[in-house]
Every structure is written in C-alpha cells, then in structure tokens.
C-alpha cells in the first residue's frame, strides 16, 4: 500500500520562502514519477512540478511556467522524500498541495495522492 504524506504547509507572507516535503511509503520510490500539484479554490487541480529518477543521482524536473525559476523540486531517495522548495511566494500560489507519485507497470499506470497540505499566502 503506497502511503504519501506530506508536510512544511503553513501561513507565508509573499516574498517569503516554504519548503514542502511528501515522505513515501509501501513503493519502490526510485520507480516512481513524483510530483506536486495544487489546487486553489475554485480552480482545478494543476500540475506545478515534477521529478524523475533516470538512474543513479540523475534526476529529470519539470515545472509549470508560473512557478519557474521560484520553485525547486528535488528528492531525497535514500529517505524517500521529495521536496518542494518554494521561493518568493505570491498570493495566486495560495492552494492546497498535493503529492502525486505515478508508475507504469506491465501496461497499468498507478497513480497515488497524498491528502494535501495548505499553503496561504497572505499579508
């Protein structure tokens, strides 16, 4: 049973920093796409980045265009955690995250959420 749960969420002001962490269990994690996404209210839920390990400590991110150059995704596989690194907040970044992992195994595509966690950014 693949378990992901994620932390770091909490009230910022913008400009300010957060780094959101998603600590995975119950998988092989190094197979794993990792992402994040968010979803504010009224809004649908949106891909913000993601990560992939191609072998060894060669990792593939890709981010939204809104978040580029102020978010950074990383993971740790030795603990089986990816990252969020969140610089220079704005208040339209105010959302729910979601930690997302994705598979592909013998044709069948597994997908896992976390429950999310709440970053508001506001003065």
């Known amino acids: 049973q693949v378990q992901l749960v994620e932390s770091g969420g909490g009230l910022v002001q913008p400009g300010g920093s957060l780094r959101l962490s998603c600590a995975a269990s119950g998988c092989t994690f190094t197979t794993y796409v990792m992402s994040w996404y968010r979803q504010a209210p009224g809004k649908e839920r949106e891909l913000v980045a993601s990560i992939t390990n191609v072998g060894g400590s060669t990792n593939y991110a890709n981010y939204a265009g809104s978040v580029k150059g102020r978010f950074t995704i990383f993971r740790d596989n030795a603990e089986n955690i990816v990252y969020l690194q969140m610089n220079n907040l704005k208040p339209e970044d105010t959302a729910k995250y979601y930690c997302?992992?994705?598979?592909?195994?013998?044709?069948?595509?597994?997908?896992?959420w976390g429950r999310g966690t709440q970053v508001p950014v506001s003065s």
């Open positions: 997302h992992a994705q598979n592909t195994y013998l044709n069948h595509e597994y997908n896992h």
